[in-house]
């Protein structure tokens, strides 16, 4: 028999056959099967489970990777160090670099209680400022896309030297990786249940079609179609993947409305879980499971009737 | 309708079961197909509708050469061929009168229900509509099967030892139906080692006994 004619089992048919109304015994020509019946709907259910908090992860670390870019990407601090004794001076010829410096907005020298705020998680809230050769902060928010933070810092270097450019560079970029690789494992990990998912409905519309193989030979020998035939499986299939995946997802939302308030939490959390209309995501995964189970089937079904003349 | 022309079949390269066969089923025929067990009655059964392929010679089957034929192909093909299975068949979870049906589901023809009845009154099952396979008797399951076979109203039909486990009363009341649906003009033949019947049936109907020998398809002699 030509391996092209089963490619050729074409999906359009099948979808007919599966969101159809069902003619006759059509639904009803492959045996109740409990076993595996059952099987799938656990299997869909549990994975579906997991895929709403792989997705939370994957779509919080997201957010807080762009957060965490974002907000230190809008600013960068000049220091004035005080070491040589000119630190006025240096801080006004910085200022005036700072005003001529394309893509940057309006710099803001910080005055000594912005500073002292600053510094009283390490020194307490008595620190007498004043009497500390403690640098001047030149604050200065990020306005366009020409800013060169390099080319500043190069100029700092040779006309105001001892100022040093701090464009948060240095911390931010473990933190924006670590968040984009938490990101990455969010997204492996919805790869590998949907992969899951796959093998386990085959799993179990192998062993359904393995159990009636004489059904399909009866369905042959009395002029049944492949399509007829697979529409049966799929059909069952599908809808046992998605009916699963829907009880899944919806205990998997519910969990993740009843987590702790994320602003209490505070920390790392903030932020995990779904936002707005984020919470429409995770609808999906029913849609997703049904198409994983239609596919597998699929394939289980068409290897089988492979053996069946 | 179903043509052989110097078929032949080997389920083994280079050892054929069956050779040089020249058959012809036409409107209206009954033929008789014997022969000892083994000698291929089920083979040439099977590649009537189209369940082996010939390892050589041509086989068409309502004008097609069946070894051209898709899969979908074979399934038009087995519509129009009623088969009665020597190990008869069923949906075990499926009524008679459903299984019966399954020809019209997979093709996706309506159920008439009255025509349903009658059909069943016609093969005495009319009571056993709603029974599952597994509790009818030895004939009974013969007779839904030939129900079964009929219900698409083929142009051939194929029956395989069809009495081989039932009584003669038995064998003779399906043998009747068989006789019934030839006067209407469908073409059979039945695969039998039972000369008795076959004499009995001859005594209604003219029927052509053929005889497989040697892996050869004969014209049985007067002694038929």
């Known amino acids: 028999m030509k391996r092209g004619e089963f490619r050729t089992l074409n999906l359009k048919a099948l979808w007919q056959g599966l969101v159809g109304r069902d003619g006759g015994a059509g639904n009803r020509i492959v045996p109740p099967t409990g076993f595996t019946a059952h099987l799938t709907l656990f299997s869909a259910g549990a994975m579906a489970f997991l895929a709403v908090f792989a997705l939370a992860l994957a779509l919080a670390t997201g957010r807080l990777a762009e957060r965490w870019s974002s907000e230190l990407a809008q600013s960068v601090t000049v220091r004035v160090g005080a070491s040589e004794g000119n630190q006025d001076a240096l801080t006004q010829s910085v200022m005036q670099i700072l005003q001529t410096t394309p893509g940057v907005g309006q710099p803001r020298l910080l005055p000594d209680d912005e500073v002292a705020e600053l510094l009283t998680p390490w020194f307490g809230p008595d620190l007498p400022i004043d009497a500390l050769p403690v640098p001047d902060l030149i604050e200065m928010p990020i306005a366009g896309p020409d800013f060169d933070s390099e080319g500043l810092r190069l100029r700092l270097e040779a006309e105001a030297p001892g100022a040093i450019l701090d464009d948060h560079t240095e911390w931010r970029r473990p933190l924006v990786s670590a968040a984009q690789r938490l990101r990455a494992l969010g997204v492996i990990s919805l790869v590998l249940i949907a992969a899951a998912s796959a093998a386990m409905i085959t799993l179990a519309a192998k062993a359904a079609l393995a159990a009636n193989g004489q059904v399909i030979q009866v369905l042959r020998l009395i002029g049944a179609r492949d399509i007829t035939i697979a529409i049966a499986f799929v059909r069952r299939f599908t809808h046992r993947a998605a009916i699963g995946a829907g009880a899944g997802t919806v205990l998997g939302m519910g969990a993740m409305a009843l987590l702790p308030n994320m602003d209490a939490a505070g920390g790392f959390l903030t932020g995990l879980g779904f936002h707005g209309w984020g919470w429409l995501i995770p609808l999906l995964i029913p849609v997703v499971a049904a198409a994983v189970g239609f596919f597998a089937t699929k394939w289980a079904a068409l290897k089988m009737l492979e053996s069946v003349r | ?224």
């Open chain 2, 1 to 224: 309708m179903i043509e052989m022309q110097d078929v032949s079949f080997g389920y083994r390269a280079g050892s054929e079961l069956l050779s040089g066969m020249t058959l012809s089923l036409q409107p209206g025929m009954f033929h008789f197909l014997t022969g000892p067990s083994g000698s291929g009655k089920t083979t040439l059964l099977r590649l009537c509708y189209a369940d082996l392929l010939p390892t050589a010679g041509r086989l068409s089957a309502f004008g097609q050469d069946v070894a051209g034929l898709s899969r979908d192909g074979i399934a038009m093909l087995r519509r129009r061929v009623g088969v009665v299975h020597q190990d008869t068949q069923f949906l075990d979870h499926l009524p008679v009168a459903e299984n019966v049906a399954l020809p019209l589901s997979v093709s996706g023809q309506p159920v008439d229900m009255a025509a349903m009845r009658d059909l069943l009154g016609w093969v005495q099952l009319a009571q056993h509509a709603r029974a599952l396979p597994p509790s009818l008797s030895g004939g009974e399951r013969q007779r839904a099967a030939l129900a079964r076979a009929v219900i698409l109203s083929p142009d051939v039909v194929l029956a395989d030892e069809p009495t081989g486990n039932l009584d003669w009363d038995m064998s003779m009341r399906l043998m009747q139906l068989l006789i019934e649906l030839n006067k209407t003009g469908k073409a059979v033949l039945v695969a039998t080692h039972d000369l008795n019947l076959i004499r009995a049936v001859k005594a209604q109907v003219s029927a052509r006994v053929l005889r497989i020998a040697g892996g050869t398809l004969q014209l049985a002699g007067a002694d038929l």
